[in-house]
């Protein structure tokens, strides 16, 4: 018995079964490549689910965690850290806003649950009576698994099993416009919205809709929240996707590749929305602990200094005419931005695909039944892309060649 099978074993009979049983146990990565715990390497284009921004074994990444560990692992929120403080700095500067403030938690869907607790306060405030609660969010869109983030998942599957969930949410189709405008009325507190569904298949917005959508909320006194977990960080050649369109949310989430592995959230605020939160009324034991905030700070000190962004736009680049020159049967459409993008299926065989790469050495994720999601570190260079496009033609035509006509 493989030393994955033998893991494999383990996990069946200790994990909970909400994952199932991955198919590999990894052990150890460098740059953009894994490696299982048999011996065998793996381009990595999965990135943690867009987490590992400097890929692995990062050297600035390293060596900031094994200082502030060795220093000041933790402090709770009961006490200041300079590493937290220094992020929240950084971030806010970034963001183009002195008046900015930021809330740190452990993932993504923390991050969400504060922009949804200062939707809660504004709509409060806006109307004592609580007629202002309703919360406006799309079809297919996936904005966490906690109770709160999960009532505004556009996913009926994951969020269904579930209910009763906090509400009222009303779910529209994402990027129509009408349908967005007729869906925020006087009772709506705020609009969640994505710039580019990432588990809803990899759609991005269309053009002008997130533009339209800061309009309409400016109109209707609603906040509008973008939800950046997945396309920030440099991860579609900008800080931020949505700003470099030129909206301005009022309240931004953050998380995965901010931390570059390690578990951080950010939530930031703008203008009265940053103002909303008050001793007491929310808080966490970890977010944004001195080890996590540590890790951000390395990670956006490095994409500065070793312009990350520019190699995400460069490489980008060669990925995307490396997607869009594959062809066959089963190759509907490739869509994406930056180093995030997605191949589009004629038919449900993502998973195929994505086994056919794993054992030709190629780590890509089916985030649908007919798409595949691709998401390498932000590091990675040409050569790295092209033999990933490589063995995803191979792998296509195999899987082609077992699909019925």
């Known amino acids: ?3 994955n099978e033998l893991l494999a074993k383990r996990w069946s009979q200790a994990m ?21 715990a048999d011996g065998h390497e793996y381009v990595d284009f999965v990135g943690g689910i ?21 220093r000041l692992a933790h402090s709770s929120n009961l006490f200041m850290h300079e590493p937290g403080i220094a ?13 900015a403030r930021v809330y740190f938690g452990n993932d993504g869907a923390e991050a969400n649950e504060c922009a949804l607790k200062i939707a809660r306060l504004h709509g409060r405030k806006l109307d004592p009576a609580g007629n202002r609660l309703a919360v406006v969010s799309t079809n297919n869109s996936f904005h966490g698994r906690t109770m709160g983030a999960l009532s505004i998942t556009g996913n009926a599957a994951k969020r269904v099993p579930f209910e009763p969930l906090p509400g009222p949410v009303r779910f529209v189709d994402y990027g129509d416009v009408p349908a967005l405008r007729e869906s925020v009325d006087d009772s709506v507190a705020a609009v969640f919205l994505e710039p580019m569904q990432g588990e809803g298949g990899m759609v991005p917005a269309p053009a002008g809709y ?16 973008i939800d950046e977990v997945q396309s920030g960080i440099g991860r579609t050649g900008h800080w931020f996707a949505s700003l470099a369109e030129g ?50 700070l390395a990670v956006l000190r490095t994409i500065e200094s070793d312009g990350v962004l520019a190699n995400v736009q460069r490489v980008g680049a060669v990925l995307q005419a490396g997607l869009r020159s594959l062809t066959g049967p089963l190759v509907a459409e490739v869509r994406g931005r930056g180093l ?66």
């Open 1 to 3: 018995m493989s030393e």
């Open 16 to 36: 909970m079964g909400n994952y199932g049983v991955p198919p590999l146990a990894l052990v150890s990565g460098n740059g953009a490549l894994v490696t299982d």
């Open 50 to 70: 867009a987490v590992s921004a400097l890929g692995h074994g990062h050297p600035a990444l390293v060596a900031a965690v094994t200082e502030q560990v060795a």
């Open 87 to 99: 992020l929240a700095e950084k971030l806010i500067e970034l963001a183009g806003d002195p008046d």
């Open 210 to 225: 997130l533009a339209a959508a800061r309009q309409i909320c400016t109109e209707r006194g609603a906040l509008l929240v």
């Open 247 to 296: 909206v301005r949310p009022d309240v931004l989430s953050l998380a995965k590749g901010l931390g570059g592995g390690m578990p951080i959230g950010a939530c930031l605020a703008f203008g009265g929305a940053a103002q909303l939160l008050t001793p007491g009324s929310h808080g966490s034991t970890f977010g944004g602990n001195p080890v996590s905030a540590a890790a951000a």
């Open 340 to 405: 995030w993008w997605g191949i589009q299926l004629t038919a449900p065989v993502a998973a195929a695909v994505e086994q056919q790469a794993l054992q030709a050495g190629l780590l890509v994720n089916a985030v649908k039944p007919d798409v595949l999601r691709l998401a390498p570190p932000l590091i990675i260079d040409v050569a790295a892309v092209e033999r990933a496009v490589e063995t995803l033609r191979q792998a296509l035509a195999r899987v082609a060649a077992e699909v019925p006509a």
